[in-house]
């Protein structure tokens, strides 16, 4: 018989009493062990999902499977989160002490069925926290399976195994009893479940939906552009939220880009009326994003539109004549296609970047660039209303590997743009509450007359 959700948050507080007097170094060890037994099951893992769900590639998925425990682990490991996180005060007196938040709903969608569940037990766990997963129904058995090979890590370390659980079977109802009755939730997935997080009456994190932008600058080597381009739009095939959508270039410079991103692995389609046939598969006839191809290599999204394309390649890139509402194309596809669009001046990419985001989803979340100009750099940065721009890098880099200064995270906050909290990655200290403990100071304090420039009368 399935537990009761009730059931499930009294297991997860008496998990997390058992665990009250932990130091550091015992919290530590089962961050660092539920990470490992991932990358040990990485592949076992990564084919569950991908046949479970029908989403995404298997390769892909092995490598973030691998990898996510392993970055986050090597950013969280000499982080402080347990206790008193000094003894003397600093310069201003003060003296920060962590406390656990509680028990935590952790809501994880189908295209990460795996890595979500980890990432957020590894920041969860490092503050000393109970976590509660509640998987996609559509990935039930692969979130419950990681979540299973975690609670064994646990059990092996002494600890109990109740400091992770994972709901099952999951329904709409159970999240959202769960979500009443966390003491804090992170709900990673689609507007309705943040929006059902925030509504629940308890403290969330939560995440907006993507839709990426990716600037070329003029005069950036096109070898080097196109094979990050084609890492971040083909990657776990296109189920990235910060995957590159939308890819503005000089367009005096089309013959070179484009020959640059075929080299790459990119099938570049420039006539209106294939890119029409591309356009009707994808969205289908009612105009909806057609399920079955999301998250498909990009030969089998060719297959169905009947175009021929190279099976080697692994990335479709449609040349768009307009963009933002009047192209369909130029919303979120999560699959390996990518839209094309010149521009004339920096400055009107810029522009419609932003008029892409503010029309077809993704305001809040990441843009990416790619430029020699740091001046460009600085313009783009403070017109572009996204948490997180990536400079030469990537645009899945905004999750946070070591090859920038993100904090790692499998939920990435889109700030007030994308309805969210936060306009950071989620990160450890956000699952930890701080007591803040004063000293006074020796200072002088000035009266208010002072202040404002009068003298004392």
């Not at 990518?338 to 892409?356: C, G, H, R, S």
Request: aromatic share 8%; glycine share 8%; net charge negative.
């Amino acid at each position: 018989m399935a537990e009761t959700i009730k059931e499930m948050i009294e297991k997860a507080r008496a998990a997390q009493e058992a665990i009250k007097d932990y130091t550091q170094e015992q919290v530590d060890k089962l961050v660092y062990e539920a990470g490992k037994i991932i990358y040990d099951h990485a592949r076992e893992l990564a084919v569950m999902a991908v046949e479970e769900t029908g989403l995404g590639d298997i390769e892909e998925k092995v490598l973030k499977n691998e990898e996510t425990g392993a970055v986050m682990w090597e950013y969280l490991k000499d982080k402080k989160s347990v206790g008193l996180l000094d003894t003397k005060p600093d310069e201003k007196g003060m003296i920060a002490v962590a406390h656990p938040v509680g028990v935590v709903c952790a809501v994880t969608p189908a295209t990460n069925p795996t890595i979500t569940p980890l990432g957020n037990f590894m920041q969860i766990m490092k503050g000393k926290n109970a976590t509660i997963v509640t998987p996609a129904p559509r990935a039930q058995n692969t979130s419950f399976k990681s979540c299973e090979y975690i609670r064994e890590a646990l059990v092996a370390c002494g600890a109990p195994a109740d400091l992770i659980q994972c709901v099952n079977p999951t329904s709409i109802e159970k999240t959202q009893e769960l979500m009443r009755e966390a003491d804090l939730i992170v709900a990673t997935g689609s507007m309705g479940l943040t929006k059902a997080a925030y509504s629940s009456g308890t403290p969330a994190y939560g995440v907006g939906p993507g839709n990426c932008p990716v600037i070329l600058d003029r005069g950036y080597d096109k070898p080097s552009m196109a094979a990050m381009s084609v890492e971040s739009i083909a990657g776990d095939n296109g189920m990235l939220c910060d995957g590159n959508n939308l890819f503005l270039y000089p367009e005096e410079e089309e013959k070179e880009v484009f020959a640059a991103l075929e080299e790459a692995g990119v099938s570049v389609y420039t006539d209106k009326e294939t890119v029409q046939v591309f356009r009707d598969t994808i969205f289908g006839e009612d105009g909806e994003l057609v399920s079955g191809l999301v998250g498909k290599h990009a030969w089998k999204i060719a297959d169905a539109a009947g175009v021929s394309f190279k099976k080697d390649n692994l990335v479709i890139g449609l040349k768009v004549d307009e963009i933002g509402k009047n192209e369909i194309l130029c919303t979120e596809i999560l699959s390996p296609v990518v839209i094309l669009k010149p521009y004339d001046t920096f400055e009107n990419a810029v522009a419609m970047a932003i008029q892409n985001m503010e029309e077809c989803g993704g305001v809040g979340h990441t843009a990416g660039l790619f430029t020699n100009d740091h001046n460009h750099v600085l313009y783009a940065g403070e017109r572009l209303p996204v948490s997180r721009v990536i400079v030469n890098q990537p645009s899945p880099y905004a999750w946070g590997p070591a090859q920038n200064g993100f904090a790692p995270s499998v939920s990435e906050g889109c700030g007030t743009w994308g309805n969210n909290i936060i306009s950071n990655n989620v990160d450890y200290i956000h699952f930890i509450n701080t007591s803040h403990i004063a000293y006074p100071l020796d200072v002088d304090v000035p009266t208010p007359a002072q202040v404002f420039g009068y003298e004392d009368k």
